[in-house]
């Protein structure tokens, strides 16, 4: 069963990230998606991720997509005008590649091309209704296309963010325009992730709360200070007095994925580095 | 008005290494208010610049440093001016260009123009403008989020803003909040989910030449 009918059944959905080397060298990557596809119902591979320069999305999900694995394209609005957006929508979709989840994108402020230009030519909501628009058989400005395209459309949204009811407002304007998935920041706090739940339980939309693995107290001391990421205390004391962080960080991500699975139609693994240990993960979450 | 920031006076100095006759403009208008193309700013330039061996001719702060026809009546009746063989410039970047329009001297910016914006006090300024060509500023309660959403974002906001602040910046406000917060005051949070706007025309004229009026006789 495909990603896009697994939504719309009550299966518990699990989505991972993998991000695409500086380079060309693809060995780890596939062999990590190996890994993966065993485990998950879908691989997102990310667009250029905190505005660094890598192998492009496109081309690893069409990797992925030969070895029969299925993938979320990740898209995001700050590198490519809308020329160039709905040329890459139309050559993923020609690669088979049907799940897509847009973004606005990190701002380069906090990566390694600081100076460079941004372009956010189009917002997300407006990239959403350009998918939408190309499906119908036309591009934005109203040409008509030979051959229409056909999307699994997603989007994101950061249960952290505050206020929290402007995020919650924004999601409902991006269901709106159609999106059939959510994928959230990474939660490590699920008392706030149960609020953000209670505020968009009513949304036609399947939503994949983000968790990440803290794999060890450096790590945990780089995520605290990323926008929009909140790490109890708890959770941090016992990072810190663990005498094996990497086991504990495994065993406090494989924990919030139980707690999330209470009430969570599903999760999105984002475990930065170290993906070979999702199954493990999962195994000791006892989801499946 | 246009924010303007001074040069590193190093990066003049050597602009004018290989320079005999300097000639220094000033403006009267924004520079001055920034205080960056003051008669003040002209004077330090100036005394700086001779305390470095620069032969400096004369200096003027014009009216407006933009004003083409106010260039040329107040630099081209200046003697020093005609006598010199490069011209510093303390303006923005459209005042540069009026001066160059009207002489064939040497042209050198002492300035970096910034943005559009706003006074808070002298010193103290705020980007709010984007002269984009398109003003959709009440679709969003006066706050521009052209410019003032550091991802220009203009249907709402990303993720990620934390207590009312941007990713971008902890010390800057995330636009989309401001606009959040006053439409939630105003029992109006409707408008912000029904606000659409769709992708703009974003490409601006080189040259704007207002239709002729035609005369009623």
């Given amino acids: 069963m495909k990603f896009k009918e697994k939504l719309k059944t009550d299966k518990f959905i699990i989505t991972a990230e993998l991000f695409p080397p500086k380079g060309t060298n ?5 062999q990590k998606a190996d890994i993966l596809a065993k485990v998950t119902d879908a691989i997102n591979v990310t667009d250029n991720q905190r505005a660094s320069m890598r192998l492009g999305s496109i081309a690893v999900c069409k990797l992925l997509h030969d070895k029969g694995y299925e993938t979320i394209l990740q898209m995001t609005c700050r590198d490519r005008n809308r020329i160039a957006l709905q040329s890459d929508l139309l050559s ?35 990239l959403i209704k350009t998918a939408k628009i190309l499906e119908t058989g036309i591009d934005l400005a109203g040409k008509k296309l030979n051959g229409s395209p056909k999307f699994c459309v997603g989007a994101v949204a950061n249960p952290n963010s505050t206020p929290l009811d402007l995020q919650v407002l924004m999601l409902e304007k ?42 060890s107290v450096k790590f945990m001391n780089f995520l605290k200070n990323l926008p929009g990421v909140n790490i109890p205390q708890k959770i941090q004391d016992r990072m810190m007095s663990s005498k094996d962080s990497f086991k504990e960080g495994i065993k406090i991500c494989a924990e919030t994925i139980k707690e999330l699975k209470k009430f969570s139609k599903g999760v999105h693994i984002m475990a930065i580095g170290i993906e070979e240990y999702i199954p493990e993960i999962i195994k000791q979450s006892e989801i499946i | 008005m246009i924010i303007t920031k001074k040069k590193d006076f190093k990066e003049i100095l050597l602009k004018l290494k290989k320079t005999d006759k300097v000639f220094v403009v000033g403006c009267g208008s924004c520079a001055t208010k920034c205080n960056t193309g003051s008669l003040q700013a002209v004077d330090e330039m100036t005394e700086q610049l001779k305390n470095n061996n620069i032969n400096i001719t004369g200096s003027v702060v014009l009216d407006s440093a933009c004003d083409i026809r106010i260039a040329r009546k107040d630099l081209l009746k200046n003697e020093s001016f005609k006598n ?18 009207i002489t064939s001297l040497k042209i050198i910016a002492g300035l970096d123009g ?60 995330c636009a989309w909040v401001l606009v959040y917060n006053k439409l939630k005051s105003a029992g109006k949070l409707d408008k912000l989910k029904q606000l659409y706007t769709p992708p703009r025309m974003l490409i601006k004229p080189k040259k704007l030449v207002e239709e002729k009026r035609v005369l009623n006789k």
């Fill in chain 2, 114 to 173: 910034v943005f559009v914006g706003t006074t808070e006090r002298i010193g103290v300024y705020n980007n709010y403008c984007s002269t984009c060509g398109q003003c959709i500023i009440d679709k969003t309660e006066g706050i521009c989020v052209v410019t003032r959403c550091s991802k220009g974002l203009i249907n709402g906001p990303c993720g990620g803003a934390v207590d009312g602040k941007c990713e971008v910046n902890r010390e800057q406000d």
């Fill in chain 2, 84 to 101: 010199s063989t490069a011209v510093l410039c303390l303006t923005c970047g459209a005042g540069v260009q009026a001066v160059e329009k």
């Fill in chain 1, 174 to 215: 991006k269901v709106a325009c159609g999106i059939s998935f959510v994928q959230t920041q990474t939660v490590f706090d699920v008392e706030q992730y149960f609020e953000f739940y209670q505020k968009t339980k009513h949304l036609p939309v399947t939503i994949l709360p983000g968790v990440t693995v803290i794999k």
């Fill in chain 1, 92 to 126: 993923a979709s020609v690669l088979g590649l049907e799940n897509i989840l847009f973004l606005s994108g990190d701002h380069p402020s906090a990566g390694e091309y600081i100076g460079t230009k941004t372009v956010y030519d189009l917002d997300v909501i407006q």
């Fill in chain 1, 26 to 30: 693809v060995d780890v990557l596939l």
